[in-house]
């Protein structure tokens, strides 16, 4: 079983930074396609970027486009998120997420989640 733990969240005044980490264990990290989520109060879980398992590839949700940057060390067996010019809207908890079947478009095929990790911006 894969396991993903995030770390870095916190509290952030509005045009802060802050660098998510998701250290994953149990399996070939190297060959996972690895991703973000945020799930803001009374919303739906949204995606917010992907990396590819060479780390050659990303997306973003038009939302970051430019102020997130994705991430990732295969030698660390972890993943970023470092988050830039943040705004009061995203605040939320952050997911990790792990696509080991790669097929299809990363949203629809997670196959592992981690706790999340609270990311609040004040204004």
């Known amino acids: 079983q894969v396991q993903l733990v995030e770390s870095g969240g916190g509290l952030v005044q509005a045009g802060g930074s802050l660098r998510l980490s998701c250290a994953a264990s149990g399996g070939t990290f190297s060959s996972y396609r690895m991703g973000w989520f945020r799930q803001a109060p009374g919303k739906e879980r949204e995606f917010v970027a992907v990396?590819?398992?060479?780390?050659?590839?990303?997306r973003y949700a038009d939302s970051v486009k430019g102020r997130f940057t994705i991430s990732r060390d295969n030698a660390k067996n972890t993943v970023y998120l470092q988050m830039n010019s943040l705004k009061p809207e995203d605040t939320a908890v952050y997911y990790c997420a792990a696509d080991v079947t790669i097929w299809g478009t990363f949203e629809r095929g997670i196959d592992y989640w981690g706790q999340g990790t609270q990311v609040t911006v004040s204004s």
């Open positions: 990396i590819s398992w060479s780390g050659g590839s990303t």
